[in-house]
């Protein structure tokens, strides 16, 4: 079986530039998790979705990130403009009925 | 929201030794508890959790953790460590199944030859 998909597993990109990551579940697993993780830190909960629905976005910056699961299957996580400060590792992980969460290897952001 | 405490940041032990990874949480509700494990480069892998039934759990790879609901603590534990035990080790904590999960600092443990 397949594990959860992250693409690109790492991305330079400069300041105020556009970024976009993409992650692909676990086939049949309905909840998707999006992550952020400093360095030397733990990961902490951007967004979950059950299907395509966001059920809990409150910790995600809307004024530059978003993100869209359209079909309730993959997902992509876009910041627009990129700040110094966004380079971390992005995690997506995926759970059938919001229960043991897999991750992916994560997409390591740095921004120059 | 749930905190979540990794007292050690780094562990450094020979190998064959035991180690104990510890870890504590805030709140005092029912709590689903878990362990992770990162290699390099690489995502989360679950190493143990405790839902309910059995306060010691057994994981993969010979660990094992116990739940300690008076000292709201779950540390981790391995009689005797290998080389390839060296990454970092993430506690986590969730009010209920599927609920946001909230995770500790990170432990590095390295395995000295």
């Known amino acids: 079986e397949a594990g959860v998909v992250q693409s690109p597993r790492y991305k330079i990109i400069e300041k105020k530039q556009p970024v976009a990551f993409w992650c692909n579940p676990i086939s049949g697993h309905n909840t998707l998790y999006w992550y952020l993780q400093n360095l030397g830190q733990g990961p902490e909960l951007l967004i979950r979705y059950e299907n395509e629905e966001a059920v809990d976005d409150s910790q995600l910056p809307k004024d530059r990130f978003s993100a869209e699961r359209l079909k309730g299957v993959d997902s992509t996580l876009k910041i627009q403009p990129a700040e110094l400060g966004d380079s971390a590792v992005y995690l997506c992980?995926?759970?059938?009925?919001?229960?043991?969460?897999?991750f992916g290897p994560g997409t390591r952001l740095t921004v120059l | 929201a749930q905190s979540v405490t990794q007292l050690d940041s780094q562990v450094p032990v020979f190998e064959e030794a035991p180690v104990e990874l510890r870890c504590n949480y805030s709140s005092s509700v029912s709590v689903y508890l878990f362990w992770y494990v990162q290699y390099p480069n690489q995502g989360l892998q679950l190493l143990l959790k405790?839902?309910?039934?059995?306060?010691l759990v057994k994981g993969i790879n010979g660990f094992e953790a116990e739940f300690n609901k008076s000292q709201t603590s779950f540390h981790l534990r391995k009689p005797s460590v290998h080389i390839s035990d060296t990454a970092e080790y993430f506690c986590a904590v969730s009010e209920g199944t599927g609920n946001q999960f909230y995770f500790g600092t990170g432990t590095s443990l390295t395995v000295i030859p």
């Open positions: 405790y839902l309910s039934g059995s306060t």
């Open positions: 992980a995926s759970s059938l009925d919001r229960g043991e969460q897999f």
